[in-house]
Protein backbone atom coordinates (compact mmCIF):
# COMPACT_ATOMS: atom_id res chain seq x y z
CA UNK A 1 0.00 0.00 0.00
CA UNK A 2 2.92 2.51 0.55
CA UNK A 3 4.82 1.43 -2.27
CA UNK A 4 1.87 2.45 -4.39
CA UNK A 5 1.01 5.97 -2.54
CA UNK A 6 4.56 6.62 -3.63
CA UNK A 7 4.75 5.61 -7.43
CA UNK A 8 1.35 7.71 -7.62
CA UNK A 9 3.23 10.70 -5.87
CA UNK A 10 6.02 9.94 -7.87
CA UNK A 11 4.44 10.07 -11.34
CA UNK A 12 2.60 13.51 -10.13
CA UNK A 13 5.68 15.01 -9.60
CA UNK A 14 7.24 13.32 -12.95
CA UNK A 15 3.95 15.19 -15.13
CA UNK A 16 4.40 18.17 -13.46
CA UNK A 17 7.85 18.80 -13.95
CA UNK A 18 7.66 18.01 -17.92
CA UNK A 19 6.94 21.42 -19.51
CA UNK A 20 4.01 19.70 -22.25
CA UNK A 21 2.14 19.38 -19.26
CA UNK A 22 2.33 22.70 -17.88
CA UNK A 23 -0.42 23.90 -19.96
CA UNK A 24 -2.07 26.22 -16.79
CA UNK A 25 0.80 28.40 -17.14
CA UNK A 26 -0.90 32.12 -16.05
CA UNK A 27 0.44 35.41 -17.52
CA UNK A 28 -0.08 38.67 -16.77
CA UNK A 29 -0.39 41.56 -19.09
CA UNK A 30 -0.57 45.25 -17.85
CA UNK A 31 -2.59 46.75 -20.00
CA UNK A 32 -5.82 45.75 -22.39
CA UNK A 33 -3.37 46.29 -25.80
CA UNK A 34 -0.50 44.43 -24.61
CA UNK A 35 -2.60 41.66 -23.16
CA UNK A 36 -4.51 41.58 -26.97
CA UNK A 37 -1.04 40.84 -28.38
CA UNK A 38 0.00 38.19 -25.46
CA UNK A 39 -3.15 36.45 -26.22
CA UNK A 40 -2.35 36.20 -30.34
CA UNK A 41 1.01 34.52 -29.34
CA UNK A 42 0.05 31.82 -26.72
CA UNK A 43 -3.34 30.93 -27.89
CA UNK A 44 -4.72 28.58 -25.62
CA UNK A 45 -1.38 27.36 -23.67
CA UNK A 46 -1.73 29.97 -21.23
CA UNK A 47 -4.27 31.80 -19.32
CA UNK A 48 -3.65 35.88 -19.62
CA UNK A 49 -4.86 38.69 -17.04
CA UNK A 50 -4.69 41.86 -17.44
CA UNK A 51 -4.60 44.64 -15.28
CA UNK A 52 -5.48 47.74 -16.58
CA UNK A 53 -8.75 46.85 -19.09
CA UNK A 54 -10.41 48.62 -21.92
CA UNK A 55 -11.44 52.35 -21.85
CA UNK A 56 -9.37 52.48 -18.73
CA UNK A 57 -5.71 55.15 -18.07
CA UNK A 58 -2.59 53.16 -17.23
CA UNK A 59 -1.30 56.37 -16.61
CA UNK A 60 -2.84 56.98 -13.50
CA UNK A 61 -4.57 53.26 -12.59
CA UNK A 62 -4.68 52.48 -8.97
CA UNK A 63 -4.04 48.70 -8.66
CA UNK A 64 -6.75 46.66 -6.77
CA UNK A 65 -6.02 43.71 -3.90
CA UNK A 66 -7.33 41.65 -6.70
CA UNK A 67 -4.27 42.49 -9.43
CA UNK A 68 -1.27 41.87 -6.81
CA UNK A 69 -2.81 38.34 -6.32
CA UNK A 70 -2.95 37.91 -10.02
CA UNK A 71 0.60 39.25 -10.39
CA UNK A 72 1.77 37.14 -7.17
CA UNK A 73 0.42 34.02 -8.99
CA UNK A 74 1.66 34.66 -12.21
CA UNK A 75 4.61 32.23 -13.81
CA UNK A 76 5.65 35.24 -16.46
CA UNK A 77 4.53 39.23 -16.21
CA UNK A 78 4.41 41.68 -19.14
CA UNK A 79 4.97 45.64 -19.01
CA UNK A 80 5.16 47.89 -21.54
CA UNK A 81 7.64 50.19 -19.74
CA UNK A 82 9.38 53.61 -20.91
CA UNK A 83 7.63 55.12 -17.44
CA UNK A 84 4.20 54.12 -19.10
CA UNK A 85 2.76 52.25 -15.72
CA UNK A 86 4.14 54.32 -12.70
CA UNK A 87 2.52 51.75 -10.52
CA UNK A 88 3.86 48.81 -12.00
CA UNK A 89 7.04 48.46 -10.23
CA UNK A 90 5.65 48.95 -6.33
CA UNK A 91 3.21 46.26 -7.45
CA UNK A 92 5.18 43.27 -8.87
CA UNK A 93 7.83 43.75 -5.77
CA UNK A 94 5.02 44.22 -3.28
CA UNK A 95 2.87 41.11 -4.32
CA UNK A 96 5.87 38.79 -3.81
CA UNK A 97 5.89 36.72 -7.16
CA UNK A 98 8.18 34.47 -8.05
CA UNK A 99 7.20 34.91 -11.56
CA UNK A 100 9.43 36.51 -14.65
CA UNK A 101 8.61 39.96 -15.27
CA UNK A 102 9.70 41.04 -19.22
CA UNK A 103 9.09 44.74 -21.15
CA UNK A 104 7.70 44.69 -24.10
CA UNK A 105 9.28 47.60 -25.65
CA UNK A 106 12.60 46.13 -24.90
CA UNK A 107 14.57 47.07 -28.08
CA UNK A 108 12.69 49.67 -29.41
CA UNK A 109 14.01 53.28 -30.20
CA UNK A 110 12.28 55.44 -27.99
CA UNK A 111 10.54 59.21 -29.72
CA UNK A 112 11.51 61.72 -26.99
CA UNK A 113 8.45 65.19 -26.27
CA UNK A 114 9.46 67.84 -24.54
CA UNK A 115 12.25 65.89 -23.52
CA UNK A 116 10.61 62.83 -21.62
CA UNK A 117 10.66 59.28 -22.99
CA UNK A 118 7.15 58.90 -25.10
CA UNK A 119 5.99 55.20 -23.54
CA UNK A 120 2.89 55.13 -26.26
CA UNK A 121 5.34 53.00 -28.27
CA UNK A 122 2.90 50.73 -29.55
CA UNK A 123 1.02 53.46 -32.04
CA UNK A 124 3.50 52.67 -34.63
CA UNK A 125 2.76 49.12 -36.28
CA UNK A 126 6.88 48.53 -36.54
CA UNK A 127 7.08 49.10 -32.77
CA UNK A 128 4.01 46.45 -32.33
CA UNK A 129 6.04 44.14 -34.30
CA UNK A 130 8.98 44.35 -31.73
CA UNK A 131 6.35 43.68 -29.00
CA UNK A 132 4.83 40.15 -30.36
CA UNK A 133 8.53 39.12 -31.05
CA UNK A 134 9.76 40.14 -27.63
CA UNK A 135 6.19 38.18 -26.21
CA UNK A 136 6.95 35.21 -28.51
CA UNK A 137 10.78 35.05 -26.92
CA UNK A 138 9.68 35.24 -23.32
CA UNK A 139 6.84 32.59 -23.41
CA UNK A 140 9.44 30.37 -25.41
CA UNK A 141 11.67 30.75 -22.73
CA UNK A 142 9.07 30.05 -20.13
CA UNK A 143 7.19 26.86 -21.99
CA UNK A 144 9.94 25.62 -24.41
CA UNK A 145 7.66 22.86 -25.58
CA UNK A 146 5.68 25.16 -27.01
CA UNK A 147 8.05 27.33 -28.99
CA UNK A 148 7.82 26.34 -32.12
CA UNK A 149 4.20 27.31 -32.21
CA UNK A 150 4.66 30.07 -30.31
CA UNK A 151 6.99 31.79 -32.68
CA UNK A 152 4.73 30.76 -35.81
CA UNK A 153 1.73 32.40 -34.02
CA UNK A 154 3.82 35.88 -33.83
CA UNK A 155 5.13 35.14 -37.23
CA UNK A 156 1.83 35.18 -38.89
CA UNK A 157 0.71 38.22 -36.13
CA UNK A 158 3.82 40.00 -37.67
CA UNK A 159 3.21 39.94 -41.23
CA UNK A 160 -0.54 40.40 -40.65
CA UNK A 161 0.87 43.80 -38.87
CA UNK A 162 3.69 44.46 -41.34
CA UNK A 163 0.49 44.84 -44.42
CA UNK A 164 -1.36 47.13 -42.13
CA UNK A 165 1.49 49.03 -41.84
CA UNK A 166 2.37 49.43 -45.42
CA UNK A 167 -1.35 50.35 -46.31
CA UNK A 168 -0.95 52.92 -43.41
CA UNK A 169 1.89 54.48 -44.94
CA UNK A 170 0.40 54.60 -48.52
CA UNK A 171 -3.23 55.74 -46.93
CA UNK A 172 -1.74 58.77 -44.74
CA UNK A 173 1.05 59.79 -47.85
CA UNK A 174 -2.06 60.65 -49.69
CA UNK A 175 -2.84 63.39 -47.66
CA UNK A 176 -1.95 66.97 -48.45
CA UNK A 177 0.19 68.75 -46.06
CA UNK A 178 -1.97 71.21 -44.64
CA UNK A 179 -4.15 68.12 -43.70
CA UNK A 180 -1.67 66.52 -41.45
CA UNK A 181 -1.73 68.48 -37.82
CA UNK A 182 -4.58 66.88 -35.27
CA UNK A 183 -5.45 68.05 -31.80
CA UNK A 184 -5.91 64.67 -29.11
CA UNK A 185 -6.33 64.94 -25.55
CA UNK A 186 -3.01 63.92 -24.64
CA UNK A 187 0.39 62.80 -26.39
CA UNK A 188 -0.23 59.26 -27.39
CA UNK A 189 0.52 59.42 -31.04
CA UNK A 190 4.11 60.91 -31.09
CA UNK A 191 5.09 57.34 -32.55
CA UNK A 192 2.73 57.29 -34.99
CA UNK A 193 3.11 60.97 -35.73
CA UNK A 194 6.82 59.46 -36.63
CA UNK A 195 6.33 56.49 -38.47
CA UNK A 196 3.53 58.01 -40.98
CA UNK A 197 4.19 62.09 -41.48
CA UNK A 198 2.04 63.51 -39.22
CA UNK A 199 1.41 66.29 -36.71
CA UNK A 200 -0.09 65.96 -32.98
CA UNK A 201 -0.83 68.51 -30.81
CA UNK A 202 -2.47 67.91 -27.32
CA UNK A 203 -3.59 70.12 -24.56
CA UNK A 204 -1.94 67.13 -22.05
CA UNK A 205 1.41 65.68 -22.17
CA UNK A 206 2.57 62.73 -22.50
CA UNK A 207 0.85 61.14 -19.16
CA UNK A 208 -2.41 61.88 -17.76
CA UNK A 209 -1.59 63.47 -14.45
CA UNK A 210 -1.52 67.07 -15.04
CA UNK A 211 -4.22 69.29 -16.69
CA UNK A 212 -2.96 72.69 -18.59
CA UNK A 213 -2.91 75.88 -16.46
CA UNK A 214 -5.48 78.53 -18.39
CA UNK A 215 -2.36 80.58 -19.98
CA UNK A 216 -1.25 77.28 -21.51
CA UNK A 217 -4.77 76.34 -22.70
CA UNK A 218 -5.04 79.71 -24.11
CA UNK A 219 -1.36 79.94 -25.85
CA UNK A 220 -2.33 76.40 -27.31
CA UNK A 221 -5.47 77.56 -28.66
CA UNK A 222 -3.30 80.13 -30.60
CA UNK A 223 -0.92 77.62 -31.98
CA UNK A 224 -3.86 75.74 -33.09
CA UNK A 225 -4.88 78.68 -35.10
CA UNK A 226 -1.59 79.58 -36.47
CA UNK A 227 -0.56 75.99 -37.58
CA UNK A 228 -3.77 75.44 -39.57
CA UNK A 229 -4.57 72.09 -37.71
CA UNK A 230 -7.32 70.28 -39.36
CA UNK A 231 -9.20 67.76 -36.90
CA UNK A 232 -9.84 67.35 -33.36
CA UNK A 233 -10.02 64.11 -31.48
CA UNK A 234 -11.81 63.02 -28.01
CA UNK A 235 -9.91 60.10 -26.84
CA UNK A 236 -11.33 56.76 -25.09
CA UNK A 237 -9.53 57.19 -21.47
CA UNK A 238 -9.80 60.97 -21.35
CA UNK A 239 -12.65 63.19 -20.52
CA UNK A 240 -13.94 64.67 -23.77
CA UNK A 241 -13.66 68.17 -21.78
CA UNK A 242 -10.80 69.82 -22.74
CA UNK A 243 -10.90 68.89 -26.63
CA UNK A 244 -14.85 70.18 -26.57
CA UNK A 245 -13.31 73.36 -24.69
CA UNK A 246 -10.84 73.58 -27.42
CA UNK A 247 -13.85 73.19 -30.47
CA UNK A 248 -15.93 75.63 -28.87
CA UNK A 249 -12.98 78.46 -29.37
CA UNK A 250 -11.17 77.61 -32.24
CA UNK A 251 -14.24 76.81 -34.54
CA UNK A 252 -12.89 73.46 -35.69
CA UNK A 253 -15.09 70.16 -35.45
CA UNK A 254 -14.61 67.41 -33.06
CA UNK A 255 -13.58 64.40 -35.95
CA UNK A 256 -14.44 61.33 -33.85
CA UNK A 257 -12.72 58.91 -30.95
CA UNK A 258 -9.40 57.82 -31.38
CA UNK A 259 -8.63 54.72 -29.54
CA UNK A 260 -4.75 55.76 -27.60
CA UNK A 261 -3.65 53.69 -24.38
CA UNK A 262 -6.35 51.30 -24.12
CA UNK A 263 -8.64 49.15 -26.32
CA UNK A 264 -13.01 49.15 -26.36
CA UNK A 265 -15.29 47.19 -24.12
CA UNK A 266 -16.47 44.14 -26.34
CA UNK A 267 -18.74 45.07 -28.85
CA UNK A 268 -16.90 48.34 -29.59
CA UNK A 269 -15.07 49.26 -32.53
CA UNK A 270 -11.60 48.22 -31.05
CA UNK A 271 -11.82 45.16 -29.39
CA UNK A 272 -7.81 44.17 -30.59
CA UNK A 273 -4.76 45.80 -31.34
CA UNK A 274 -5.45 45.76 -34.98
CA UNK A 275 -8.72 46.36 -35.00
CA UNK A 276 -7.72 49.04 -32.53
CA UNK A 277 -5.50 50.69 -34.90
CA UNK A 278 -7.40 50.23 -37.91
CA UNK A 279 -10.13 52.01 -36.30
CA UNK A 280 -7.83 55.16 -35.58
CA UNK A 281 -6.57 54.84 -39.11
CA UNK A 282 -10.09 55.12 -40.52
CA UNK A 283 -10.99 57.76 -38.26
CA UNK A 284 -8.19 59.88 -38.93
CA UNK A 285 -8.93 59.53 -42.61
CA UNK A 286 -12.01 60.37 -42.40
CA UNK A 287 -11.82 63.48 -40.82
CA UNK A 288 -9.00 64.67 -43.02
CA UNK A 289 -9.48 63.68 -46.40
CA UNK A 290 -12.32 65.55 -46.63
CA UNK A 291 -12.18 69.21 -46.07
ZN1 LIG B 1 -1.18 57.85 -22.61
Known amino acids: MKLKTTLVTGLFAAFAAFPAF ?9 FSILGDMVEHVVG ?3 EVTTIVGPDAD ?13 VAEADVIFVNGMGFET ?3 TLIAESGTDGTVYVATEGVTPVLVDGEIDPHAWNALTNGVVYVQNIADAMSEAM ?16 TLYALHADTLQRLAALPEDRRTVVTAHDAFGYLADAYGMNFVAPIGIDTEAEPSAQELASLITQIREDGVAALFVENITSPALVQQIADETGLEIGGQLFSDALS ?15 NLGQLLAALESS
Open 87 to 89: WSD
Open 58 to 70: AHVYQPSVADARA
Open 144 to 159: PGHATEFQANAASYIS
Open 265 to 279: ERGGPATSYLAMFEH
Open 44 to 46: DHA
Open 22 to 30: ADDMKVVAS
